[in-house]
């Protein structure tokens, strides 16, 4: 089954406490991204990722950071994690945005607090 | 000036009404237009690409005028099962997906 993957779904953690989110796409699309959505604020895009080793910062990149070793993987981290960092965060992948018509593909969902 | 912008509602019909749903977005390079459907808490799914001559699918029908730089979502019949939150997404090629925050809809028996 096509699908974006995201683990884990839901996770608390405190202050400061390092952690990772990974996200993997069995499509073998080339682009892949992180959003946060909060409520009143939509969907914002964090990173994206256009291939293998290319990653470009989205509108609100400030605190995390990315890696792009496989086509598949794209894995969100979050160095030192505060409390304004909670949020809903989706992956999402898509063939090719130099491609027009080009539907995004979202994974799950994870569900972070950060106390 | 934001890039997207949409009525957030709520919306709240009743079974069998049709609601319409307008987005007007910035960027005049803009080169594809979508509208996505996310359910409470869950992950946004494509509903349909909305294309220059309008297109239908079922009940749901897509209008793009670039003139006017806007874009309407047309729900006829409205079943329960349409309620959720509706995305107008915009995309300039090569460059990310711009989302609207989304206008909910909530359908009533």
């Known amino acids: 089954e096509a699908q974006v993957t995201q683990n884990p779904r839901y996770l608390i953690t405190v202050t400061g406490k390092k952690l990772t989110v990974t996200c993997s796409q069995n499509?073998?699309?080339?682009?892949m991204s992180w959003y946060r959505q909060d409520p009143g604020l939509g969907l914002r895009q964090i990173y994206y990722s256009m291939n293998v080793e290319v990653t470009d910062k989205g509108d609100v990149p400030e605190g995390y950071k990315v890696s792009r070793k496989e086509k598949r993987n794209f894995p969100l981290i979050l160095e030192s994690p505060s409390p304004n960092q909670t949020s809903l965060y989706f992956c999402?992948?898509?063939?090719?945005?130099?491609?027009?018509?080009?539907?995004?593909?979202f994974g799950p969902g994870t569900r972070l607090t950060v106390l | 000036r934001k890039e997207v912008e949409q009525d957030p509602g709520p919306f709240n019909v009743p079974e069998g009404a049709t609601v319409a749903f307008n987005c007007t977005y910035s960027n005049s390079a803009s080169q594809s237009f979508f509208w996505y459907r996310q359910d409470c808490r869950k992950e946004p799914k494509l509903l349909m690409s909305?294309?220059?001559s309008g297109n239908e699918d079922g009940r749901f029908t897509a209008q793009l005028n670039r003139a006017s730089q806007y874009i309407s979502l047309l729900i006829r019949d409205s079943k329960l099962s349409d309620s959720a939150t509706y995305l107008c997404?915009?995309?300039?090629?090569?460059?990310?997906?711009?989302f609207g925050k989304g206008t909910t809809l909530s359908v009533s028996s």
């Open positions: 997404v915009v995309n300039q090629a090569g460059t990310a997906l711009i």
């Open positions: 909305v294309y220059s």
């Open positions: 499509m073998n699309h080339e682009y």
């Open positions: 999402a992948s898509s063939l090719n945005t130099g491609i027009s018509y080009n539907e995004q593909f």
